[in-house]
């Protein structure tokens, strides 16, 4: 069985409100077609259709405050609570509390020890790596799950040997941003597909999509409708080449953040589960999930040790 975990951060389950949610007016036919015309909205899960489920999951795990991206990732990939565990929510990157959970099991090491290949899909430039062997930069939580596990992070030369992906899945933003001219380029939907062919290639893979919570603190409306409208037909190109029986693809998220537009903080929103796969395989996976910290647990149903 295959799984993807697609992380989008800082999406909650916001308001039908078109002035300050994007999920409210983008054009998202993938998703429309999956939930049935449903939108991603506040009071739509549970939802169950043909082809997927939309959950909501407590973010705040109990701690007061607003939830923070180094805790929230944490408890996603190790399924702890891990605000209860260091006092409060914390981020966005890890301090040496949280880190130290993190890096002594998760959710990466555990498929290491079962038996299972797993990777992160991420493609890093080297100024990323510079920037952490000199020390200005840490590691977010979710790249220190992997790499704590003894997996390496993929690299420009994954990238261009299409073994890895740009955050925006076009390659767009290396060649603006990044200075790398000559990267390759592709549209969305051919992003899609392409992800479904290196998704098989590991039983467990995930990619996380920062943006999202990029655009939220920005209160980038443009931006944020736009990358709903790219993530839609990339996933749109992913399902085309991939049969949900092969497994599972979920979307959540750490935080609320995008879906309020209003302000440039995080939010106290549940954040959505969206589940898609053959029928009783979504049952499994959703039987017993309520909040991020019930992630891992639900992934790790699925891959029991081989040795």
């Avoid at 749109?236 to 029986?245: H, I, K, R, Y």
């Amino acid at each position: 069985m295959q799984f993807l975990f697609l992380f989008m951060d800082g999406i909650g389950l916001g308001e039908d409100d078109p002035k300050t949610n994007p999920f409210a007016v983008a054009k998202t036919p993938t998703l429309d077609k999956l939930l049935g015309g449903k939108r991603i909205l506040k009071g739509m899960p549970p939802l169950e259709t043909e082809q997927a489920t939309l959950l909501a999951l407590d973010a705040g795990l109990g701690m007061p405050g607003l939830p923070q991206s180094a805790t929230g990732q944490a408890a996603l990939v190790t399924g702890k609570n891990v605000p209860h565990l260091v006092g409060e929510h914390y981020g966005p990157k890890p301090n040496k509390p949280v880190a130290a959970i993190v890096q002594e099991d998760n959710l990466f090491i555990q498929l290491k020890k079962r038996g299972y290949t797993s990777a992160l899909l991420n493609a890093y430039p080297q100024g990323y790596f510079d920037a952490i062997e000199s020390g200005k930069r840490l590691l977010s939580a979710i790249p220190l799950a992997v790499t704590s596990a003894g997996i390496s992070l993929k690299t420009a030369e994954d990238y261009f040997a299409g073994d890895a992906f740009s955050v925006d899945f076009t390659g767009q933003g290396w060649r603006r941003n990044l200075g790398y001219k000559d990267a390759p380029l592709m549209d969305t939907v051919a992003a899609g597909r392409k992800l479904a062919e290196v998704v098989r290639t590991y039983d467990f893979a995930f990619f996380e999509f920062w943006p999202s919570d990029y655009a939220g603190h920005h209160q980038d409306w443009g931006g944020a409708v736009s990358l709903l409208e790219n993530i839609d037909a990339m996933l749109g190109g992913f399902l085309e080449a991939w049969n949900q029986d092969e497994g599972l693809v979920l979307i959540t998220s750490d935080h609320g953040n995008m879906e309020d537009l209003s302000s440039r903080r995080h939010t106290e929103n549940l954040v959505p589960a969206l589940v898609i796969g053959a029928k009783e395989l979504r049952a499994k996976f959703c039987a017993k999930l309520k909040t991020i910290a019930d992630v891992t647990p639900a992934i790790l149903q699925f891959y029991p040790s081989k040795t």
